[in-house]
């Protein structure tokens, strides 16, 4: 009872305070100043410096064990061999010679030199090369009664320097050709007209040729030639070319800036064959300065470059000039890795035409040409590349060429009223005859290396040719192909083949008949029959020094015609030996 008693007295109290304390209404202010913020610390970890030592009776103790072997001699004659690490069989280096000489005689009076050496100088760094060749045969030709003898010799000189931001070179070539104006038929004219008549010609040709590249510089390289070309009429050509090149990488571009600056002059002594008399000579003078600048684009298996052709072209002779823009775009891109790469292109040029180079196309033009250049407007192509097998190659093109002025070769007519030196006026020499032509064309190659030893290859051309003129296409074939092999048989023996094709071409026979009436001309189309030529070579090496060779040329003896009138050599065989040795 008096335990209840102390409990209400306890709660009445309570409640008592809490309802005073509800009634204060005024319980005061007091402003708090923080000093500084609480920053907590965390102390650091203290490692046991010794470890707990472990005393427990439970815990059996390791019992120490002593043992003996007992040793018996056992009788052997077994006593293993020394091992010797093996060895990796290294081949010799091949040992580099910087001379060769080379020299073979054959049936038509044939003979082949060949001599080239090459002197190094300052730990490589300059470098002075010296070659001469010679090729010629002195043998007749039965289909003709006039000589059909030629020769080609050719000597050059070169000097090269490398330092470490510069490459420079330059170099000298001298050259002289000797054809003959042999495409008469036997019975075609009366001997009293070929007894007299020279049907020899000569060419010369001088040039000096330049190289210059840097590094880290925007002008990458540049190239100049300087020739003089002239034969034995009197006919003299001289030609000038410069081609700088600047490099200007852009972000992760590269810009590329080619321009050319090409100048040809050249006079003829002797006018046009379609003429009846010969009154005064040719003259030609063409200069042209040109700007390529091209961007190239390069993503993932994407190459792309993307340029034009400005070229300005002056006939300084004629007082004529015209403007030029092509366009000079290419690509490539990489389907399946290495296996197929399409690559296609639309480009554009003028081509600069000169003497020398329709000479080294067909000798046996008449120094009465009239030269002009070619106005490529363009060629457009597409084509897929690649390896069907890791040592089979193939190529496969189409293309579509538009060209204005087009050269073509043309048999020059039988002018007998004309009575020149040089016996090129029989219809045995070639003019220049320039077209507007547009061509499709389609390409195919295949190469196949077998091993290192053996390779083989394979390709041809088809054409359909489009003239401005409704006339043939002059000389130029519509289809083409050729076959190759190289078989190195051993160490010593080696041997090649070369098997080539020319579909039928076909030219124009002409007489300018002289009267007192304008010449008339009688005008007969030519076809000349395809032909094959096979070529093969031998050798064997007797050491890294000494070999031998033989060559020979049309084994299938064909008796075909390269040009209207001019028949070739029949079959031809050639032995001779080569040396490499130092100087």
Same mark, same amino acid.
């Given at each position: 009872?008096?335990?209840?008693?102390?409990?209400?007295?306890?709660?009445?109290?309570?409640?008592?305070?809490?309802?005073?304390?509800?009634?204060?209404?005024?319980?005061?202010?007091?402003?708090?100043?923080?000093?500084?913020?609480?920053?907590?610390?965390?102390?650091?970890?203290?490692?046991?410096?010794?470890?707990?030592?472990?005393?427990?009776?439970?815990?059996?103790?390791?019992?120490?064990?002593?043992?003996?072997?007992?040793?018996?001699?056992?009788?052997?004659?077994?006593?293993?061999?020394?091992?010797?690490?093996?060895?990796?069989?290294?081949?010799?280096?091949?040992?580099?010679?910087?001379?060769?000489?080379?020299?073979?005689?054959?049936?038509?009076?044939?003979?082949?030199?060949?001599?080239?050496?090459?002197?190094?100088?300052?730990?490589?760094?300059?470098?002075?090369?010296?070659?001469?060749?010679?090729?010629?045969?002195?043998?007749?030709?039965?289909?003709?009664?006039?000589?059909?003898?030629?020769?080609?010799?050719?000597?050059?000189?070169?000097?090269?320097?490398?330092?470490?931001?510069?490459?420079?070179?330059?170099?000298?070539?001298?050259?002289?050709?000797?054809?003959?104006?042999?495409?008469?038929?036997?019975?075609?004219?009366?001997?009293?007209?070929?007894?007299?008549?020279?049907?020899?010609?000569?060419?010369?040709?001088?040039?000096?040729?330049?190289?210059?590249?840097?590094?880290?510089?925007?002008?990458?390289?540049?190239?100049?030639?300087?020739?003089?070309?002239?034969?034995?009429?009197?006919?003299?050509?001289?030609?000038?070319?410069?081609?700088?090149?600047?490099?200007?990488?852009?972000?992760?571009?590269?810009?590329?800036?080619?321009?050319?600056?090409?100048?040809?002059?050249?006079?003829?002594?002797?006018?046009?064959?379609?003429?009846?008399?010969?009154?005064?000579?040719?003259?030609?003078?063409?200069?042209?300065?040109?700007?390529?600048?091209?961007?190239?684009?390069?993503?993932?298996?994407?190459?792309?470059?993307?340029?034009?052709?400005?070229?300005?072209?002056?006939?300084?002779?004629?007082?004529?000039?015209?403007?030029?823009?092509?366009?000079?775009?290419?690509?490539?891109?990489?389907? $399946?890795?290495?296996?197929? @790469?399409?690559?296609? %292109? +639309?480009? &554009? /040029? =003028?081509?600069?035409?000169?003497?020398?180079? *329709?000479?080294?196309?067909?000798?046996?033009?008449?120094?009465?040409?009239?030269?002009?250049?070619?106005?490529?407007?363009?060629?457009?192509?597409?084509?897929?590349?690649?390896?069907?097998?890791?040592?089979?190659?193939?190529?496969?093109?189409?293309?579509?060429?538009?060209?204005?002025?087009?050269?073509?070769?043309?048999?020059?007519?039988?002018?007998?009223?004309?009575?020149?030196?040089?016996?090129?006026?029989?219809?045995?020499?070639?003019? $220049?005859?320039?077209?507007? @032509?547009?061509?499709? %064309? +389609?390409? &195919? /190659? =295949?190469?196949?290396?077998?091993?290192?030893? *053996?390779?083989?290859?394979?390709?041809?051309?088809?054409?359909?040719?489009?003239?401005?003129?409704?006339?043939?296409?002059?000389?130029?074939?519509?289809?083409?192909?050729?076959?190759?092999?190289?078989?190195?048989?051993?160490?010593?023996?080696?041997?090649?083949?070369?098997?080539?094709?020319?579909?039928?071409?076909?030219?124009?026979?002409?007489?300018?008949?002289?009267?007192?009436?304008?010449?008339?001309?009688?005008?007969?189309?030519?076809?000349?029959?395809?032909?094959?030529?096979?070529?093969?070579?031998?050798?064997?090496?007797?050491?890294?020094?000494?070999?031998?060779?033989?060559?020979?040329?049309?084994?299938?003896?064909?008796?075909?015609?390269?040009?209207?009138?001019?028949?070739?050599?029949?079959?031809?065989?050639?032995?001779?030996?080569?040396?490499?040795?130092?100087?």
């Amino acid at each position: 009872m008096r335990k209840r008693t102390t409990i209400i007295s306890i709660f009445f109290l309570s409640l008592l305070g809490t309802v005073l304390a509800q009634e204060t209404n005024d319980i005061g202010t007091e402003t708090v100043t923080v000093v500084k913020p609480y920053s907590p610390t965390v102390s650091d970890a203290f490692k046991l410096k010794s470890n707990p030592t472990l005393d427990d009776s439970i815990v059996l103790q390791k019992k120490k064990i002593n043992y003996s072997i007992f040793s018996v001699p056992v009788a052997s004659t077994f006593t293993p061999a020394k091992g010797r690490a093996s060895r990796v069989k290294k081949t010799p280096p091949p040992t580099l010679y910087n001379s060769y000489a080379s020299i073979g005689l054959g049936n038509f009076n044939n003979a082949l030199v060949d001599l080239y050496t090459s002197r190094e100088f300052n730990r490589g760094e300059n470098l002075l090369d010296f070659g001469l060749s010679h090729n010629s045969s002195r043998g007749d030709i039965e289909s003709t009664p006039l000589d059909a003898d030629f020769y080609n010799t050719k000597l050059d000189v070169s000097y090269a320097k490398k330092d470490r931001d510069i490459d420079w070179d330059l170099g000298l070539g001298l050259q002289h050709q000797l054809y003959n104006w042999y495409g008469v038929e036997l019975g075609e004219f009366d001997e009293s007209l070929l007894i007299p008549l020279d049907e020899t010609q000569n060419y010369f040709n001088a040039q000096v040729k330049g190289n210059l590249s840097l590094e880290d510089s925007f002008f990458k390289n540049g190239t100049a030639l300087l020739r003089r070309f002239w034969d034995a009429t009197d006919s003299g050509e001289n030609r000038v070319v410069l081609e700088p090149t600047i490099e200007l990488p852009i972000t992760q571009e590269l810009v590329t800036i080619k321009t050319k600056f090409d100048y040809v002059s050249g006079s003829f002594e002797n006018a046009s064959l379609n003429l009846a008399t010969n009154d005064s000579g040719i003259d030609y003078s063409h200069f042209q300065v040109g700007v390529n600048p091209s961007l190239l684009i390069l993503r993932d298996d994407l190459t792309l470059n993307l340029g034009a052709n400005i070229v300005y072209g002056l006939d300084t002779e004629n007082s004529d000039s015209n403007f030029f823009i092509y366009p000079a775009v290419t690509a490539s891109y990489r389907v $399946v890795d290495e296996t197929v @790469i399409a690559y296609g %292109g +639309i480009e &554009g /040029e =003028l081509r600069q035409n000169s003497y020398y180079d *329709f000479v080294q196309d067909n000798p046996y033009v008449s120094p009465t040409l009239e030269i002009q250049p070619t106005d490529q407007q363009y060629e457009g192509y597409l084509g897929l590349k690649g390896q069907l097998l890791p040592s089979v190659g193939y190529n496969i093109k189409g293309s579509y060429t538009a060209e204005n002025r087009r050269p073509l070769f043309l048999l020059n007519p039988e002018n007998l009223s004309r009575s020149d030196e040089e016996g090129y006026f029989l219809g045995n020499s070639f003019q $220049v005859f320039y077209d507007d @032509i547009k061509t499709l %064309g +389609i390409f &195919g /190659e =295949l190469n196949v290396d077998v091993n290192r030893n *053996f390779s083989l290859g394979i390709n041809a051309e088809f054409y359909d040719y489009d003239t401005e003129t409704d006339n043939p296409a002059w000389n130029l074939p519509s289809i083409k192909g050729s076959l190759f092999m190289d078989y190195q048989i051993s160490e010593q023996w080696f041997f090649g083949a070369n098997l080539f094709y020319v579909g039928e071409r076909e030219d124009l026979d002409r007489q300018v008949l002289a009267g007192p009436l304008p010449p008339v001309p009688s005008d007969v189309i030519l076809t000349l029959d395809g032909f094959f030529d096979v070529n093969a070579h031998a050798g064997y090496r007797f050491n890294e020094q000494l070999s031998i060779f033989v060559k020979a040329s049309n084994i299938a003896n064909n008796d075909y015609q390269r040009w209207a009138n001019f028949r070739v050599q029949g079959f031809q065989a050639l032995a001779g030996v080569s040396y490499k040795f130092d100087l």
